[in-house]
């Protein structure tokens, strides 16, 4: 069937000349034949319905009826009846026969022409994202290919709509279509020379060639749909990252430009919009991010993460309050990769559970030999708010600490900011729970997430840790008197205040002035191994 295809497909490609050769080859064979077998009274005119039919194949109907008109001659008047005795054939005999030939090909070309309507639905439909009912990426790689032939540049944009499963999850399914189409119609008003694509239900693909105005429709795009807006009674907004590849030329294939586009979007970071341009950097970095995927669940497998204790030190009397649990990976002669890299990687993959598990589990064995030596500090682990709200990992959790027989409230959970909002009530319930069972809750790199203080105070928490991009700013005076309306507003509501990433005397003294009540940071020491922190608690 493949095979009949692609011989159908290269016959159609031959060029016109072949084609007229192969009929008329066809044509003067079957003439000669019904001349030598004695004119036109044997049945050997019948043949001429093969060139017919073949021409009509070639060039439809068309092509059918002019081919049926030569051959009816051919065979008609110019063909004797009988060639031995010479009688030629009467008028009605060959004009009767012509008809034949001319209903035969009209009616294979009416067949052929039904054939070509079916295959081009079906192409059409091959076209089409049934959800949008735009053009899919199949199309986009024709476009771009007949667009590379003829040496025309382009630039292409992937739009990636970063909420619109959370809106159809949690809103109202039914709005993301309304959405999709309210944005599809304001692409093609701000643009009207756009080639538009579906790259998925989420994700559009657009073509600018270089004769059409600037990418400012773009810009206007994204900052209109990046702020609340209403439709039917829900307010909501639709923030997009838009990759942009220019292709200047040259030999690169359709598919791999679109690519280039897509990897550019990567570069935003979580719930990030905006434009991103593509440049080489970004597809290196594509690369190592697949690498660390591909190796991370042999990291655990093979034992090569580890873990690190970075004290945590209490300001009043500059003693060591407790230690930051923090995770290492061993890659041996590979490239280094930190936890903020592969934390998130883990998270995208789905193993961030394994490592957190691998944590605990190591933790807590530290801890109750910590705990054997008479070492009395408080521990912190860094979790991610998809683990707390996972019923099974909590009761994993509980389950482990009363084998180990380790005291709640020495423990720490600390969740960065960003996400603390972002999660809602539920996440709410399950810090009140863990609090209520003796826990510590954390709000790690306070300043990051663009809470304000009201929304914090509205989560239950007993710790505020200022990150470290305000202690590196602590020389102007707005950073200054930002941090200390912080910390009084924080001790008002009966919390501590944490400084991180201390790292010079300034710093810790600037700090002190504020009133904060701990610090930790490369001042007083850098992430240690048990037994160097150990040393360094004793030392
Ligand atoms: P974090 O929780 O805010 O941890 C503090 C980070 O700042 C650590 O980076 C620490 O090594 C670094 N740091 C501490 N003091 C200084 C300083 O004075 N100067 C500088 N430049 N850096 C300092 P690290 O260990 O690379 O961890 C990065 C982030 O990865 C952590 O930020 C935390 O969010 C996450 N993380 C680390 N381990 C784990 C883990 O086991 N589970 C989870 N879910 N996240 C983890
Ligand atoms: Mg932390
Ligand atoms: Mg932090």
Redesign the pocket.
């Known amino acids: 069937m493949i095979e009949g295809t692609k011989l159908q497909k290269n016959i159609l490609k031959w060029p016109k000349r072949y084609k007229v050769l192969l009929v008329g080859i066809i044509a003067i064979l079957i003439t000669n034949l019904m001349y030598v077998t004695g004119g036109s009274r044997t049945s050997v005119a019948q043949l001429f319905h093969i060139p017919i039919v073949l021409s009509t194949y070639f060039w439809r109907t068309r092509g059918g009826v002019i081919s049926a008109i030569v051959f009816g001659i051919l065979a008609g008047p110019l063909m004797p009846l009988n060639v031995e005795e010479g009688i030629m054939q009467t008028p009605t005999n060959w004009v009767v026969r012509l008809v034949v030939f001319a209903i035969v090909a009209t009616f294979s070309g009416h067949v052929f022409d039904q054939i070509d309507r079916l295959h081009s639905e079906i192409r059409e439909k091959d076209l089409t994202n049934p959800f949008t009912g735009l053009y899919n990426r199949n199309k986009f790689y024709i476009d771009a290919t007949n667009n590379i032939s003829k040496g025309r540049l382009f630039t292409v944009f992937t739009i990636k709509l970063i909420n619109i499963d959370s809106i159809g999850k949690y809103v109202d399914p039914a709005l993301v279509e309304k959405l999709i189409n309210q944005l599809i119609r304001d692409l093609k008003l701000m643009h009207e020379n756009l080639e538009l694509y579906s790259y998925s239900d989420d994700e559009f693909i657009l073509i600018k060639y270089p004769e059409c105005n600037s990418i400012g429709f773009i810009e206007d795009l994204i900052s209109k749909y990046a702020t609340y807006f209403k439709i039917d009674d829900f307010e909501v907004r639709l923030p997009m990252k838009v990759g942009v590849y220019e292709y200047l030329g040259g030999n690169e294939s359709p598919s791999k430009i679109l690519d280039k586009a897509r990897i550019a979007y990567e570069q935003a970071k979580e719930r990030e919009y905006g434009i991103f341009y593509y440049n080489d950097k970004i597809e290196e970095e594509v690369k190592e991010t697949f690498e660390i995927a591909a190796s991370l669940p042999d990291a655990i497998k093979e034992k090569e993460l580890f ?2 204790y ?1 004290p945590k030190i209490n300001l009043k009397d500059d003693s060591v309050e407790g230690v ?5 990976w061993n890659r041996g002669n590979r490239k280094p990769v ?3 890299v592969f ?1 998130r990687i883990a ?1 995208e993959i789905g193993l ?1 559970k394994d ?2 598990h691998f ?1 605990v589990e190591h933790a807590f064995n530290q801890i109750s030999k910590w705990e054997s030596k008479d070492i009395k500090i408080n521990y ?5 708010a998809r ?1 707390l709200l996972d019923v099974d990992f909590i009761e994993w959790a509980e389950k482990l600490i009363e084998t180990f027989n380790l005291e709640r409230t020495n423990i720490e959970i ?1 969740l ?1 900011e960003r996400v603390l909002c972002e999660e809602g009530d539920k996440l709410t319930s399950v810090l009140k729970y863990l609090r209520k069972l003796g826990y510590k809750i954390s709000v ?2 306070f300043g990051t997430g663009y809470n304000s203080l009201t929304t914090i105070s509205e989560i239950p928490f007993d710790i505020l ?1 200022i ?2 991009y305000f ?1 590196n700013r602590l020389d102007r005076l707005e950073v200054r008197e930002m941090i200390k309306s912080v910390i009084s507003f924080a001790h008002r509501l009966d919390k501590i205040v944490v400084a ?4 010079t005397k300034d710093q810790l003294d600037c700090i002190k002035k504020l009133g904060c009540d701990m610090a ?4 007083f020491s ?2 240690l191994l048990p037994e160097d922190f150990e040393q360094y608690l004793y030392g």
């Open positions: 873990l690190v970075q930051e649990i923090l995770s290492r930190g936890p903020n934390i998270e961030i490592i957190t944590v912190s682990f860094n979790v991610t683990e600390e960065t790690d790199d840790k990150d470290r202690i991180e990433g201390i790292e930790q940071g490369y001042y850098k992430p």
